[in-house]
Structures are given as C-alpha cells and as structure tokens.
C-alpha cells in the first residue's frame, strides 16, 4: 500500500500562484490514474485534474487554462501548478490515486486578498 503526501498549500492573493506537489511513498509508474481533487467548505469534493500514466490530461472547465497537472515517475511526485487564482478556488486539496489508500490527507490552499 502506498502513501500519499500533499504539500504546498497555503495563503494566496488573488491572481497569485501556488504549486502543489504529491509525494507518493512507492513508485508511481505503475499507478495508472492520479489526480487532484478539491472540497470547499459545505461542498462535495469534486474533481480538479486527472492525469493517467500514459498523458492526456483533464481538467475540471472551472480551471482549464490556470492549472497544470504533471506526474515525475522518476521523483515518485504528482505537481498541480495553479497561476491565477481565485476566491473561489479556495479548498482542500486532496491527491488521488487509483491505488488504495486512494487519497492523502489534503493541504489547505485559501485565496484570499
């Protein structure tokens, strides 16, 4: 079973930058989906962006063309790049992979001026 470490949330302005970085304790190379996933207060979490082992990106309309998923198999690490944020990106960010335990504990990303 592997295990899955968010890092890099924190306290941003709006239109800044944050990058979040998924640590996972086992090699990923042979995980075949991983992604980012978010829970705003009273919402359900939901997707943000998905990334199989092969490429082909997805991602949520909400933050198509601000975010950048990326997977390094070599550093075991999951990236979500996000420039320009907003308010309403406030959330938990939780990590996903399609191995259990599935999620990671989640880091706390807040867009606030």
């Known amino acids: 079973q592997v295990q899955l470490a968010e890092s890099g949330g924190g306290l941003v302005q709006p239109g800044g930058s944050l990058r979040l970085s998924c640590v996972v304790s086992?090699?990923?190379?042979?995980?075949?989906?991983m992604g980012w996933f978010r829970q705003a207060s009273e919402k359900q979490r939901e997707p943000v962006a998905l990334i199989p082992g092969d490429g082909g990106a997805r991602y949520a309309e909400s933050v198509k063309g601000r975010f950048t998923i990326s997977r390094d198999n070599v550093k075991n690490t999951m990236y979500l790049q996000m420039n320009n944020l907003e308010p309403d990106d406030t959330a938990v960010y939780y990590c996903y992979a399609s191995v259990e335990p599935f999620w990671g504990p989640g880091t706390q990303v807040t867009v606030s001026s």
């Open positions: 086992g090699s990923i190379s042979s995980i075949d989906v």
